[in-house]
């Protein structure tokens, strides 16, 4: 307990005090806090004095008060003794206890010091430790952040940094490397764009490299659902006025399901282009992403197309790559579009495609005039659509590609055309202009199979050989003809979207080659001095008219749905037909000039009994060959000529003269040239 007397300076007070106590607790409580005032103070010396004054007082009071019995007096001064030297031992120790705690308290004071030194010293450390392990934590995820880059986790790597720019750089913002690390953010996040970006390059470059292979799969895969859908409508007829990438045509395919972005021949993994969005997404950069994105796919489709390709190679490759490289890229970018919408943009997708569309169609229009064969001109024509029919599966827009079909179409049919002509022509500069032979039943059937011919006799009525009356040019006009047709058909097979085109132009072309090539020559030929030839030719005219008008029905049969109903009139039928009578005409040319010959009197006087003979033999040939034909006109006209036989036959000259008998027997010979026939 403190006192409450300033021991230092009030020795007798403090003395006083200490007498005073009224137990030994609080008798050392006031003595032990003396004693250290006092040595403190300096003044032990005065304490002592003023407690042995005290003390003296104390005994001169005791020596009268006790003075009465001096035996208890001396008793109690020598109890008083016995305390006075108890307390002056006491006060021995106690100052020498307080010396021993004034030592040990400067010990401690030092300690103390000490240990609050430690304690500073310690803190420093502590937060020293703490610093560096701060910095260790960032210097560790940077070296984080490129271990990720190393191994290509690009994302991860640039959360790692995200988090160490907004985390833990902000608790060491006091350090220099704080500072140091926070002006290296900016380099490794473009460290981190490149690396991501290098391997967008090397993703977009083996797409490239696969966009050809892509898209041969791709028109594999179309092939196969053509051959399909050719099934089913082999089976349910009604499925056959569905074409391919109809709605029914989908619905009935649905069960086949082919991935062509994930199947066994090809694998496009869209996982880097994806990483590379979220980067730059994250980088606050997706617009210039996109802009670069889509400057890199317009130059590979600049490198995807060659600057001239070759149709006459012997397997088509050229075309074919070309088309499937188209294809490949296309489905890429629809794929991408559909996949990443933020990325590509219809807009831009259709952009590429309709670039793609008008270089394709003029490379391809540029390499038609190496094109001389139609069938290689039907191959070519069958990539295209085979192309068509994989990229309207695809939703893009094929206009342009079908409207160059009809390019296309017009050099087939003028290539066919100039074919056919040919061979037309060949076929009639080379006919014997005979009737035609035929020697077994196999051989007839061939020819009433492929001929437009109806015969007078049932096959079982007839016996080999036999003749047919028309001469061998009409079968293989006829073979040459159905071919035509059937060739001409061809290019709407598998996708054509204007099929009443191949209609029209098949019939303005077959119109043209029947009658500038085909009766036209024949015309040609009538010039002939040869009788039998121009029969034959008349008899050949015949039955190309019957042709015509079977070709006229097979034509209308033949004809799409889409073209406009109501018969077709072919402009050969009457050619033919006008071309008959200029060949009748030109039999009774050549009939009279005969009887004029017969009746000429420059160069003969008279006519010998076996001209005569020959001529009427002559005669009898042509009129039985003429009843064969089955033509009246063609018959009455030759009645002249058989009766100025008869009347040369005729020994009785005087039946001329008789005008009655003359009617009857001879009524078709000229008044005037009889008698000179007689007298000669």
């Not at 032990?44 to 005994?59: D, H, I, N, T, V």
């Not at 991860?156 to 690390?181: C, F, P």
């Amino acid at each position: 307990m403190p006192s409450l007397i300033d021991y230092g300076k009030d020795t007798d007070a403090a003395a006083r005090l200490i007498i005073l106590s009224s137990s030994e607790n609080e008798y050392f409580n006031q003595l032990i806090p003396a004693i250290k005032d006092s040595d403190i103070g300096g003044n032990g010396g005065q304490l002592l004095q003023s407690l042995a004054q005290f003390s003296a007082k104390r005994e001169a009071e005791i020596e009268g008060i006790c003075s009465v019995n001096h035996q208890g007096f001396v008793s109690s001064v020598d109890q008083l003794s016995k305390v006075r030297e108890g307390g002056v031992a006491l006060m021995a120790d106690v100052l020498a206890l307080n010396r021993s705690i004034q030592s040990s308290t400067e010990n401690l004071a030092q300690q103390k010091k000490a240990l609050v030194d430690s304690r500073g010293v310690r803190q420093n450390i502590d937060e020293a430790n703490q610093a560096l392990d701060d910095c260790l934590e960032v210097l560790r995820l940077a070296n984080q952040v490129h271990d990720l880059l190393g191994r290509k986790n690009h994302y991860s790597a640039l959360r790692a940094l995200d988090e160490l720019q907004n985390v833990h750089l902000l608790e060491i913002t006091q350090y220099k490397i704080a500072e140091m690390i926070q002006k290296s953010v900016p380099a490794t996040k473009k460290l981190v764009a490149d690396a991501v970006m290098a391997d967008l390059n090397t993703w977009l470059f083996r797409i490239r490299e696969t966009s050809q292979f892509l898209g041969e799969v791709a028109f594999y895969h179309t092939e196969q659902r053509r051959t399909r859908q050719k099934d089913r409508a082999g089976k349910i007829i009604a499925l056959s006025n569905f074409k391919l990438n109809s709605a029914v045509e989908s619905v009935a395919d649905e069960d086949e399901e082919f991935d062509i972005l994930d199947n066994e021949d090809v694998q496009v993994d869209f996982t880097p282009l994806f990483e590379c969005m979220h980067i730059h997404d994250a980088l606050d950069q997706a617009e210039k992403f996109r802009a670069d994105y889509a400057a890199t796919r317009r130059r590979q489709k600049e490198l995807l197309i060659p600057t001239s390709i070759s149709l006459i190679d012997p397997d088509g490759a050229s075309l074919s790559e070309l088309l499937e490289g188209i294809a490949g890229f296309a489905i890429i970018e629809k794929s991408t579009m559909k996949k990443a919408p933020n990325l590509r943009s219809l807009a831009d997708v259709d952009e590429l495609w309709d670039s793609m569309c008008q270089t394709a169609i003029a490379l391809i229009s540029n390499a038609l005039y190496e094109v001389t064969n139609a069938e290689l001109m039907l191959k070519i024509k069958g990539v295209l659509a085979l192309f068509i029919q994989t990229m309207s599966s695809w939703h893009y827009s094929v206009r342009p590609l079908d409207t160059f079909l009809l390019t296309l179409f017009e050099k087939y049919a003028e290539l066919l055309k100039r074919r056919f002509s040919d061979d037309f022509q060949e076929i009639v500069s080379t006919d014997d202009y005979m009737p035609m032979p035929i020697h077994r039943a196999d051989e007839y059937d061939k020819v009433v199979n492929v001929s437009w011919y109806t015969p007078e006799k049932a096959r079982e009525e007839l016996h080999f050989p036999c003749v047919l009356p028309f001469s061998q040019m009409y079968p293989l006009c006829c073979i040459d003809i159905r071919n035509f047709l059937n060739q001409f058909y061809f290019f709407s097979d598998d996708h054509f979207q204007q099929p009443q085109i191949i209609d029209d132009t098949l019939r303005m072309s077959l119109d043209e080659l029947l009658c500038e090539k085909v009766c036209q020559s024949l015309v040609d030929r009538l010039s002939t001095q040869y009788l039998g030839q121009i029969v034959q030719i008349l008899i050949n005219l015949e039955h190309f008219e019957i042709a015509c008008q079977e070709l006229e029905q097979l034509l209308v049969a033949a004809r799409s749905n889409a073209s406009a109903g109501g018969a077709i009139a072919l402009r050969a039928s009457e050619e033919f037909r006008s071309s008959k009578k200029t060949a009748e005409k030109r039999i009774f040319e050549l009939v009279n000039s005969k009887i004029d010959d017969l009746i000429g009197t420059a160069e003969y006087d008279c006519i010998s009994p076996h001209g005569v003979a020959a001529l009427a033999k002559d005669v009898q040939y042509l009129t039985e060959f003429v009843d064969t034909l089955d033509n009246p006109v063609l018959k009455e006209n030759l009645d002249e000529l058989q009766q100025t036989v008869a009347l040369m036959q005729n020994e009785n000259s005087e039946e001329f003269y008789d005008v009655a008998t003359r009617n009857k027997k001879y009524g078709r010979v000229d008044a005037a040239n009889g008698p000179i026939l007689l007298e000669k």
